[in-house]
Nanobody
Framework: VQLTESGGGPVQAGGSLGLSCTASGSSGRLFNTYTMAWFRQAPGQEREFVACISYNGWRTLYSDSVKDRFTITRDRDQLTMHLRMDDLKPEDTAVYYC??????????????????????WGQGTQVTVSS
């Protein structure tokens, strides 16, 4: 499974941005059986959990720093996951990565926050929020 992010770019503080992650490849349909997640990494910092979503989209989990501002969804027909980001802040500036956990269909509130739980990663997309 190959994961490709899109939708990053510059935005003013308080603005909104949408990211997408599309699965492709010979096993792309397996996307619909995986828990998927967004992580981000700012310069000089470790990769940070942002949000994740169960295989069927029924369950979601957010980090405290983005809860009530970001919304994660997925489109099983299009093999695509989305992250809607509202009320962006300069501290949201980072490279955003999508990831797939091929071992879990449903969210585990502990493991699903851990980058080591995820097997496949996209190349990342830069989000820059200016004040």
């Amino acid at each position: 499974v190959q994961l490709t992010e899109s939708g990053g770019g510059p935005v003013q503080a308080g603005g909104s941005l949408g990211l997408s992650c599309t699965a492709s490849g010979s096993s792309g349909r397996l996307f619909n059986t995986y828990t998927m997640a967004w992580f981000r990494q700012a310069p000089g910092q470790e990769r940070e959990f942002v949000a994740c979503i169960s295989y069927n989209g029924w369950r979601t989990l957010y980090s405290d720093s983005v809860k009530d501002r970001f919304t994660i969804t997925r489109d099983r027909d299009q093999l695509t996951m989305h992250l809607r980001m509202d009320d962006l802040k300069p501290e949201d500036t980072a490279v955003y990565y999508c990831a797939a956990d091929r071992h879990r269909s449903d969210i585990d509130t502990s493991s699903s926050r851990n980058a080591e739980s995820y097997d496949w990663w996209g190349q990342g997309t830069q989000v820059t929020v200016s004040s």
